[in-house]
């Protein structure tokens, strides 16, 4: 059972529809596996062009390999199928009908005849339970088998179908639905074979890969391709780290492993995107590295316990690398930190940009979130944090994660004065706070800062929109759109090509970086 991502795709030009072109391809990829020149049209030598130097590919360092199965007989062991029954009645799982085949539990084929008969008797169809299936692999002999917790989220009995087709009963030890990764448990009468994890850093794109699950139902299938891609956030959680590969993953490969040419576990494979729901060469694997911290927790505690800064984060982007003068956009800008949690004992403030943690880079909020995911709760790391155009080190004793962080109310500034003041900056239409513009935008009463009260057709593309308040211009509070002018002019006069705004909206704040051009 993968959760499909519906795209839409051109649909692409059939090999059949142009032999010649495909005659081509064949030389030049036999050509590139001997390691000879490929040469065709205007860029071929011609004589006497002595000027003229050849592109030369060089050969294959590795002999590719001719067949998977040895690597295959040796993994298919221990890779199960898992099966989950949610709600309905007790009736059996598996009764059969006179003259229906036999599928596999759980199949589709199996449900389709069933409903069949039963119309063709004119009976009607008795309560069923749901079904769904899914795949599995054994980490341990002792009976330990790591899947998605997708596969068996809300399951009220779950299955494990193991390589010789004994069935045997599995229990939940923990599960974690941020990197949807669940740890089960079977007891078998002798030990069982065994998976080890590799090292998924190592997987670099283009490395071969082999998949094996229970698509459909239909049991133990192997299906082979290549990294096309590490790194990948497909929105799926906070934690995304996907590897992409082309290998064919279906419903019911999700929990199924993804293997180096050594045998090695790098992935768990997860989901597909896909318009119709079939495998479109496009698969995503959470890679080991990954998960072999949460499935240790799993097995010792049952539970996931991930390290906690308490800060509101949001990516770097070029306008605001530029407003802080950072030569390239990375790094993770705090928007604000929440009260009383180990950012703020550590004086970590708004408008800071981490850079490192732990001597380890942070070029993506990605970043920052799985290193502070992956640090123990208790332990001290080291941010390298830009603060006012200044590098700062500052040491954070991590928390452990509360189920629901708290968000961090907005910070109060002096009273403003009384009657608001309006002043066009930068094609904003800004207003001093009053009672009026309270009540006309539903601001708090804690909030303080400059009002958005309109866009001229000069702030087109800029991420504002009436009822921000802005809070802070070049990380100092303001409270009248003089202010933000007078700022505004000090970047403008500095050189600067964007001013970073911090921008309540709704009770959240970010930062926005505004373009500003020279007078």
Do not use: C
Request: proline share 7%; hydrophobic share 40%; net charge negative.
């Amino acid at each position: 059972m993968v959760p499909h991502l519906p795209v839409t795709r051109s649909p692409a030009r059939p090999l059949s529809a142009a032999p010649a072109l495909a005659s081509r391809f064949r030389r030049a990829t036999a050509a590139f596996l001997l390691g000879t020149t490929i040469l065709s049209g205007a860029a071929a030598m011609r004589p006497g062009d002595a000027a003229a130097a050849p592109v030369t590919v060089p050969a294959v360092s590795q002999e590719l390999p001719g067949s998977f199965a040895d690597l295959v007989d040796r993994v298919m062991p221990a890779v199960v199928n898992v099966s989950t029954v949610q709600g309905g009645d007790a009736a059996p799982e598996q009764r059969s009908l006179p003259g229906m085949p036999e599928f596999p539990p759980g199949s589709p084929f199996e449900e389709f005849f069933r409903q069949f008969q039963e119309q063709q008797r004119g009976a009607r169809p008795r309560a069923e339970r749901q079904q769904a299936q899914g795949s599995g692999f054994i980490i341990d002999a002792a009976g330990y088998v790591v899947t998605n917790n997708h596969v068996i989220d809300g399951a009220d009995e779950i299955s494990v179908t193991l390589h010789d087709g004994s069935r045997l009963d599995a229990k939940l030890v923990g599960r974690d639905p941020k990197t949807d990764l669940a740890l089960l448990k079977v007891d078998a009468e002798k030990p069982l074979a065994y998976l080890e994890f590799g090292d998924s850093d190592t997987a670099r794109v283009g490395d071969w890969v082999i998949a094996i699950g229970n698509p459909f139902g239909l049991g133990g299938t192997v299906t082979s391709g290549i990294v096309s891609a590490r790194g990948r956030d497909i929105q799926a959680g906070p934690y995304d780290d996907f590897l992409q590969l082309d290998a064919s993953i279906n419903r019911g490969n999700s929990g199924g492993p993804t293997f180096d040419v050594h045998g090695r576990v790098i992935g768990i494979n997860t989901a597909i995107f896909s318009p119709n729901g079939g495998s479109v060469g496009i698969g995503f694997a959470i890679p080991s590295n990954l998960a072999k911290g949460v499935i240790a927790q799993l097995r010792e505690n049952g539970t996931v316990s991930r390290g906690w800064l308490g800060v509101q984060i949001q990516q770097v982007t070029p306008e605001i690398a530029d407003s802080l003068g950072l030569g390239q956009p990375k790094g993770a800008l705090v928007a604000d930190v929440t009260s009383n949690s180990p950012a703020a004992k550590a004086k970590l403030a708004a408008g800071d940009v981490i850079l490192a943690l732990d001597g380890r880079p942070v070029d993506t909020i990605k970043d920052l979130t799985r290193m502070v995911a992956d640090s123990k709760t208790g332990s001290t790391v080291k941010l390298d944090v830009l603060r006012r155009g200044k590098r700062e080190t500052v040491s954070v004793t991590l928390d452990a994660m509360p189920d629901q962080p708290q968000v961090a109310a907005a910070t109060q500034s002096p009273d403003g004065p009384g009657a608001a003041q309006t002043d066009s900056v930068l094609g904003l239409t800004l207003s001093s706070i009053d009672a009026t513009g309270r009540r006309r935008f539903g601001l708090s009463e804690g909030v303080e800062g400059v009002l958005v009260v309109g866009l001229e057709d000069t702030a087109d593309g800029v991420n504002l929109r009436p009822g921000d308040v802005i809070t802070e211009v070049g990380n100092e509070r303001v409270a009248a759109p003089a202010q933000i002018a007078a700022k505004v002019q000090e970047a403008r006069e500095a050189g600067r090509g964007a001013v970073l705004l911090r921008v309540n909206r709704q009770g959240t704040e970010q930062f926005v970086a505004i373009p500003i051009k020279k007078a």
